[in-house]
């Protein structure tokens, strides 16, 4: 089975500040993909970043990077420099390269709200 | 070009109706998705299809049947649908094999059953 887990249902973060969003997960698959999905207002899905179980470093697009600590499973993704654009839900999702392949799970989102 | 797009944009019908959402993908790639977006936001794969066969189905009704013609099309068939089947629906596709690799999603077909 998979389950991630969102703890935070909202998050604020002022302009300019960088803001981590939390992401845990659980799941039998020895081998599996982690990743992070904004959607804006406008409704459409926007992969942000990816991290492979066995990655061993950290996945950084742009401004993001996604703390991946596969001890405590979790994988946070950090905006730097958060922007207006920015405001929008993210999801954390993973899924497993063999016993659950194409088997995709997603956390509930979280809503993050960036003020000027 | 658009990597992953689903027709239509918007649908509304009746309770009982029988409607169609059509998925396309460019992408050359292997495994095809739905997923169902509730209204709180929660999103849920329904089915996964590898290469024109299906691999998971989650538990959806049977008045729901996915048909993959090849690999770059899959489309959602809904019979006799409810109130509670008014979601956002989402197709995607994804290339295992190198990792688990990224679903790219399609840009949603909002259904509103009245």
């Known amino acids: 089975a998979q389950k991630i887990t969102q703890t935070q249902p909202g998050m604020f973060v002022q302009e300019k500040e960088a803001v981590t969003l939390d992401c845990t997960y659980d799941?039998?698959?020895?081998?599996?993909?982690l990743f992070w999905y904004k959607q804006p207002s406008s409704g459409e899905m926007i992969f942000l970043i990816y991290q492979g179980s066995y990655d061993q470093q950290n996945a950084t697009e742009g401004r993001y990077s996604l703390n991946f600590q596969k001890a405590r499973k979790s994988a946070n993704l950090v905006i730097s420099a958060s922007q207006l654009g920015d405001s929008a839900m993210y999801f954390c999702a993973m899924r497993g390269v063999n016993t659950n392949a194409g088997k995709s799970t997603f956390g509930d989102g979280t809503t993050l709200t960036v003020k000027p | 070009d658009t990597a992953v797009s689903q027709t239509p944009k918007y649908l509304v019908t009746q309770m009982g109706n029988d409607k169609s959402i059509k998925c396309e993908q460019n992408l050359g790639h292997d495994t095809m998705y739905w997923y169902k977006q509730d209204s709180k936001k929660f999103l849920k794969i329904m089915f996964s299809?590898?290469?024109?066969?299906?691999?998971i189905n989650e538990t959806v009704p049977n008045r729901f049947s996915p048909k993959s013609p090849d690999k770059a099309h899959l489309n959602l068939h809904i019979n006799s649908l409810e109130l509670g089947d008014s979601a956002v629906y989402f197709c995607?596709?994804?290339?295992?094999?190198?990792?688990?690799?990224?679903?790219?999603f399609g840009q949603g077909t909002r259904l509103t059953v009245v």
């Open positions: 299809y590898n290469n024109k066969e299906l691999i």
């Open positions: 799941t039998s698959d020895p081998s599996y993909g």
């Open positions: 995607a596709s994804s290339q295992p094999g190198q990792g688990a690799g990224e679903a790219f």
